[in-house]
């Protein structure tokens, strides 16, 4: 039921430094869907791989699903002393926007708004969860409890797509961004997205961010009211992140293939180099990334939110044990930069 992941496969050199990485200051990941068993499976595999120091969130009232070891450390709403300091927060949060005291009770008592209240009080470092809930569950609960950073606006995702060598002899990792979360996005919000997936992917995948913004026009080759979007994204970024290395907009080919952006996009700085995309719409974002899974057979890791002052991942209700391990890992690189006041334990 434990198997920890194999790193054997094309997709392991990263997975494996991922974990490394994050094995390097353990952090706690609290895990607030203890009744499922890919939950579980991941959480005992993550006490042997030492990357993480996972917790569970269980309420002692929960049907009996999978119950662990008594290696796994356990943590329960109903009766965990921080309580009452969650209902607090949950006041202080969302009281002004309607939410009674007795609506905060109840909530504090939900596994899920338990864990990212403790996460957003600064007892743990990250809360992993979607494998029950769904996006709209999770992100809800990390909006309530957590917000956005300091200056960010949009909360959204990326995915990480560990591909085959296309443009030289190596595996690459690419991020795809945002294919989970923002619809039809804003110029405005396309730039957050950008910004976000930037600073991830330096604490994630630990290399520079070159980032193209993707479109069916490069550099002025075609017209309309979408390319336009994306024109002024592109400009924003320049402008309030000027040390990111930002192209577009670009075709997928003038982005990705240096021979097609010596022609289509000359001198432009992230354009056959791009590591980072970003896709103009949820549609085609989510389109491109499943494509790439399973005609290219990638390896997709996320969604990974990203925006939040601390770190909340999402998951796929398809989700295996091994994505849940993968997903927690990151979730505590994305913790890196966050102090908290002590451990869930």
């Not at 917790?55 to 965990?80: F, Q």
């Not at 979607?130 to 990390?142: F, I, K, P, Q, S």
């Not at 945002?178 to 995948?205: E, F, G, K, S, Y």
């Amino acid at each position: 039921m434990s198997t920890v992941p194999s790193f054997d496969d094309a997709a392991g050199a990263f997975l494996r430094s991922v974990h490394e990485r994050a094995a390097a200051a353990p952090r706690t990941i609290l895990f607030p869907e203890a009744t499922d068993i890919r939950t579980v499976e991941a959480v005992i595999a993550l006490g042997k791989l030492g990357s993480v120091v996972p917790v569970l969130v269980r309420r002692n009232d929960a049907p009996t699903g999978v119950v662990p070891s008594r290696s796994v450390e356990m943590i329960d709403p109903l009766t965990d002393p921080r309580t009452p300091r969650v209902v607090e927060h949950l006041l202080a949060r969302r009281g002004a926007k309607g939410l009674s005291r007795e609506d905060a009770e109840r909530l504090a008592r939900d596994p899920l708004y338990f864990a990212d209240s403790l996460v957003a009080l600064g007892e743990a470092d990250g809360c992993v969860a979607g494998a029950v809930h769904t996006t709209a569950d999770v992100l809800r609960a990390a909006i309530w409890t957590i917000g956005a950073a300091p200056g960010v606006r949009t909360v959204s995702s990326s995915f990480y797509l560990i591909v085959p060598p296309f443009r030289g002899s190596e595996t690459e990792v690419l991020t795809f961004t945002d294919c989970a979360v923002i619809p039809d996005p804003t110029a405005r919000q396309l730039a957050d997205i950008a910004i976000a997936a930037a600073a991830d992917r330096r604490r994630i995948v630990g290399d520079e961010p070159r980032v193209a913004f993707l479109s069916y026009s490069s550099m002025g080759s075609a017209d309309g009211p979408t390319v336009s979007k994306v024109r002024e994204a592109v400009s924003i970024v320049r402008a309030e992140a000027p040390g990111v290395i930002v192209s577009g907009e670009l075709q997928a080919d003038a982005a990705l293939l240096p021979e097609i952006a010596r022609r289509k996009a000359p001198g432009e700085g992230a354009a056959g180099t791009a590591n980072v995309l970003v896709f103009p719409s949820l549609d085609a974002g989510n389109i491109a990334y499943k494509l790439v899974q399973r005609v290219a057979h990638g390896t997709a890791i996320g969604p990974i939110l990203q925006g939040l002052a601390r770190p909340c991942s999402d998951l796929s209700r398809g989700a295996t044990s091994h994505d849940i391990v993968h997903v927690a890992a990151i979730t505590a690189l994305q913790a890196g930069n966050h102090a908290r006041s002590s451990t869930a334990s």
